[in-house]
């Protein structure tokens, strides 16, 4: 179907996208990659006045190297995120998530700040940014401002990015311990029904701690912080089995045509299982 | 109305267009270039695919002004004219199509592919694909399609006559 009308302005710095939603109005819609939105806009789902294309901004393209963490500007592609250097190196679990995104022709133009601000519970990158304790930078009419990755995802597709505000981009701490992601879909290209993102400090075989977190197990990517602590001192397969066996613990999952919850929850088990023995080499 | 302008297959074209007119379908009503089909329009499908500045995109999902200044290759810009590019010539020796909707993007989606991955493995054919869907089905002659392709392209300069 072909969207309604809108008006589109092209901005290549912050200060011209804060201004260009300001004067937009609530209806005003940032679009970078539109790999989300181009598909709401075809069936309609949503109607807006005006679309402010981030895509061409220059501080929000690129990795950079901040010594202790790596930040990665919101506009850059899927592509760019999982091929660079530093990603690989200090912040693999990124790569690993963001490389199972749709399909090569999404990821060469849908961007992971894009999928981070869309906050779809299903999918694959907030519960990578979650395991990695990323910060986000957010900017707005009074300023700039980080939000931890703890209080950047709200509720269904509702993150701490305002209406009138952007995200410019998300810093992740260097980490270079075990990491995987592990996504449970039926078909290519398919959402996740549920996907685990695990990052495991081991020394000398032992598991000294874990972050892990989930997809599609709630409104939003949640840790399991019940299995991060009950991992702590597992040497064994037979230990990170035990402890992912409280994967489900404290999540909100929801029934659907994919999956029923409480089979959401058998698969978020037996994932958390493979995705830490994965990350962990046990 | 915006104003692009946009390099197709090689030449550049000028125009005015809404700002909600998706890619694909400039380059079939504007331009004229309907090798590149609309598949399913809901970004699933990958028949619409084409270059976009070397990478491959659905055109279903890209909006017209988005590609202002930018260089798009579709299915009839892969041919020099006179000889059909490697994967052309690959599809039609491992007949890597059946009703042959698919086609223009599978192919698009294989020269990508290829562009990045010179030798890839069966796995990563079918991985690098995944984007592209065959309602025939007929998706083993297509991976051997892509696989021939490799081999043509490694082996040099030389073409299928058109």
């Given at each position: 179907?072909i969207?309604?009308e809108?008006?589109?302005?092209k901005v290549?710095?912050?200060?011209q996208a804060?201004?260009a ?8 819609k940032?679009?970078s990659g ?10 309609r ?5 005006v679309?402010?294309?981030c895509?061409?901004i ?6 950079r190297?901040d010594?202790?963490?790596i930040?990665?500007g ?10 660079n250097?530093l990603v690989q190196?200090?912040?693999?679990l990124?790569?690993?998530a963001?490389?199972t995104?749709a399909?090569?022709?999404i ?8 999928a981070?601000?869309?906050a779809?519970?299903?999918g694959?990158?907030p ?5 990695l304790n990323a910060s986000?930078?957010?900017a707005?009419p009074?300023g ?6 703890k209080?950047f ?7 701490a990015?305002?209406?009138?505000e952007?995200l ?7 980490c270079d ?9 039926r078909t290519?290209?398919?959402?996740a ?11 000398g075989g032992?598991?000294?701690e874990?972050?892990?977190g989930l997809?599609n ?5 949640v840790?399991?912080?019940?299995v ?5 001192g597992a040497s ?9 066996m409280?994967?489900a613990?404290?999540t ?6 994919h999956?029923?919850a409480?089979?959401?929850e058998?698969?978020?088990?037996v ?8 990350a962990?080499?046990? | 109305?915006?104003?692009?302008t946009v390099?197709?297959?090689g030449?550049?074209?000028?125009g005015?267009v809404e700002?909600?007119?998706?890619l694909?379908?400039?380059?079939r009503?504007?331009?004229?270039r309907?090798?590149?089909v ?12 084409v270059?976009l500045?070397?990478?491959s ?13 930018c260089?798009?290759t579709?299915?009839?810009g892969l041919?020099d004219g006179?000889?059909w590019?490697p ?16 086609t223009?993007g599978?192919v ?6 290829l ?8 796995r990563?054919?079918r991985?690098?694909?995944?984007g592209?869907?065959?309602r025939?089905t007929g998706?083993?002659?297509i991976?051997?399609s ?10 040099g ?6």
């Amino acid at each position: 179907m072909i969207p309604v009308e809108f008006e589109y302005v092209k901005v290549t710095t912050i200060d011209q996208a804060i201004a260009a939603l300001k004067s937009g109005g609530e209806d005003a819609k940032i679009i970078s990659g539109g790999q989300s939105l181009l598909p709401v806009l075809r069936l309609r789902m949503a109607e807006p006045s005006v679309l402010v294309d981030c895509g061409g901004i220059d501080e929000m393209l690129g990795v950079r190297d901040d010594g202790g963490s790596i930040t990665i500007g919101a506009a850059t592609t899927h592509h760019g995120v999982m091929n660079n250097p530093l990603v690989q190196k200090h912040a693999l679990l990124l790569a690993q998530a963001t490389a199972t995104v749709a399909d090569p022709a999404i990821r060469h133009r849908g961007t992971t700040g894009g999928a981070l601000a869309h906050a779809d519970p299903a999918g694959d990158v907030p519960a990578a940014a979650l395991a990695l304790n990323a910060s986000f930078v957010i900017a707005g009419p009074s300023g700039r401002r980080t939000v931890d990755a703890k209080d950047f995802f709200l509720d269904y597709f509702t993150t701490a990015v305002g209406p009138d505000e952007i995200l410019v981009s998300f810093s992740i701490p260097k980490c270079d311990w075990g990491s995987h992601y592990s996504k449970f879909s039926r078909t290519a290209q398919a959402w996740a029904i549920v996907g685990v993102a695990a990052v495991v400090n081991v020394k000398g075989g032992v598991i000294k701690e874990a972050r892990i977190g989930l997809t599609n197990m709630a409104p939003t990517a949640v840790r399991a912080s019940t299995v991060e602590a009950a991992l702590v001192g597992a040497s064994s397969a037979a230990d990170i089995t035990a402890a992912a066996m409280h994967a489900a613990d404290g999540t909100r999952a929801t029934s659907d045509l994919h999956a029923k919850a409480d089979y959401r929850e058998h698969l978020a088990r037996v994932i958390t299982a493979r995705a830490v023995r994965a990350a962990a080499g046990i | 109305m915006a104003h692009i302008t946009v390099t197709v297959d090689g030449t550049s074209y000028n125009g005015e267009v809404e700002p909600r007119k998706l890619l694909v379908h400039w380059l079939r009503e504007d331009i004229g270039r309907v090798g590149t089909v609309v598949g399913c329009d809901t970004s699933n499908c990958g028949a619409c695919t084409v270059l976009l500045n070397g990478r491959s995109v659905k055109s279903c999902s890209v909006l017209a002004v988005q590609a202002d200044g930018c260089e798009v290759t579709t299915i009839q810009g892969l041919s020099d004219g006179n000889e059909w590019h490697p994967v052309q010539t690959a599809f039609k020796e491992c007949h890597g199509l059946q009703c042959g909707y698919c086609t223009p993007g599978m192919v698009m989606a294989a020269v990508d592919l290829l562009s990045e991955n010179p030798t890839p493995s069966e796995r990563e054919i079918r991985e690098g694909l995944e984007g592209n869907l065959c309602r025939c089905t007929g998706y083993h002659n297509i991976v051997k399609s892509v696989s021939y392709a490799a081999d043509l392209m490694s082996a040099g300069p030389t073409k299928g006559a058109k």
